[in-house]
């Protein structure tokens, strides 16, 4: 297969954890016989210093020309000073609308190999940790109106949760589809019992339920799921969540599993290009240092060959091969305990690079 692969780097961490993604995408087109070509649009912090602006329309074409879009992270203090619509995850919010990219999957998984690593009980993470979190991207309090204004104590900023139907109706299909693969349970997230958007979420949700009587739906409140999923994680199958709680909720159930480094995300669309990255943030407190977990990141592009490209057997030798590296006890700083390797991140993507190419 050839491909086209759009990879913006990002900032931070974000050009130290993409070159080890892409080590490992150059092993499994050696091993496959793939042809993988790169382009490296600007987005976030970057993009700011170069052109001015944190998503430059040659960015947007760039992205829309491709078959996927491969992102390791933007932001940082830099650029903290900066306007609200030129700081750099502006770029990101517009590019997921610009792709027209509604939905945002983020599998959180307890690895076998790094089950002391949870901050949670032995007695919890002994029954796993396998939950999926399906975020709606682009509608909710992120995208609606928003200012500031001089209200009856001065001035005052206001940022507004909107949801349409339809926005409702198509991320919570998307959910009970991936549920119906799964275990057949999906956990609707609102907070029905004080705002209107959350009483419209559950409705439509529930009508929606009605078509796909195999899966069991649960409704939950934002402030008990978060406190469900440290209690017992395992309860979770298909989390389905607006756009903010998606965004807090698959943090916490990163962190459940050892390390925000861990995870993946895929942000897909209708017909447009999807975009794959990292659930975590450019870091920039150890930017440069090479000490950074780039699995998460490597694990976005094992979504992105399976979801994009179609290329389900590549995903599941990268994920062999990650496993393969955990049960020998390499570790990068951010999971690393008496008795394990320590590894540095480019270390760590060449570790795995190795094993995809003899992974059978």
Request: overall charge negative; charged content about 20%; proline content about 5%.
């Amino acid at each position: 297969m050839e491909s086209n692969i759009a990879v913006i780097r990002g900032d931070g961490i974000g050009p130290e954890i993409i070159d080890a993604a892409i080590g490992c995408l150059d092993a499994v087109a050696e091993r496959f016989g793939h042809t993988f070509h790169y382009t490296f649009p600007l987005m976030g912090g970057a993009a700011i210093d170069t052109t001015g602006v944190p998503l430059p329309q040659e960015t947007i074409d760039t992205c829309l020309q491709s078959d996927a879009v491969l992102l390791g992270a933007v932001g940082g203090p830099k650029w903290d000073n900066l306007a609200g619509h030129l700081r750099p995850e502006k770029g990101l919010l517009g590019l997921r609308s610009a792709l027209g990219l509604y939905a945002n999957v983020r599998p959180a998984l307890l690895y076998d190999q790094l089950r002391n690593d949870s901050p949670l009980k032995a007695s919890i993470t002994k029954k796993g940790i396998n939950l999926m979190v399906v975020r709606e991207l682009t509608g909710g309090i992120y995208f609606g109106p928003r200012g500031f204004r001089q209200g009856k104590n001065g001035q005052e900023a206001f940022d507004t949760e909107v949801y349409s139907i339809n926005e409702i109706e198509r991320i919570a299909k998307l959910a009970f589809e991936i549920a119906m693969g799964r275990r057949k349970k999906v956990t609707s997230v609102d907070k029905a019992n004080v705002l209107d958007s959350g009483r419209l979420w559950r409705a439509t949700v529930s009508r929606v339920a009605e078509s796909y009587p195999e899966v069991r739906l649960e409704h939950m409140l934002v402030d008990n799921c978060a406190m469900q999923i440290v209690r017992d994680p395992s309860q979770f199958d298909v989390l389905l969540c607006p756009n903010m709680f998606g965004d807090i909720l698959s943090d916490e159930a990163a962190m459940i599993t050892g390390s925000i480094g861990l995870l993946p995300s895929s942000s897909l669309g209708t017909t447009k290009p999807g975009l794959y990255e990292p659930i975590h943030g450019s870091a920039p407190d150890i930017a440069g240092t090479d000490t950074a977990n780039p699995i998460a990141t490597v694990l976005a592009a094992a979504m992105m060959l399976s979801s994009s490209l179609g290329l389900t057997q590549e995903t599941a030798t990268i994920e062999k091969a990650i496993n393969a590296v955990l049960d020998k006890g390499y570790r990068t700083p951010d999971i690393w305990s008496n008795g394990c390797k320590k590894v540095s991140c480019s270390k760590m993507g060449e570790l795995i690079a190795l094993e995809i190419l003899k992974t059978k």
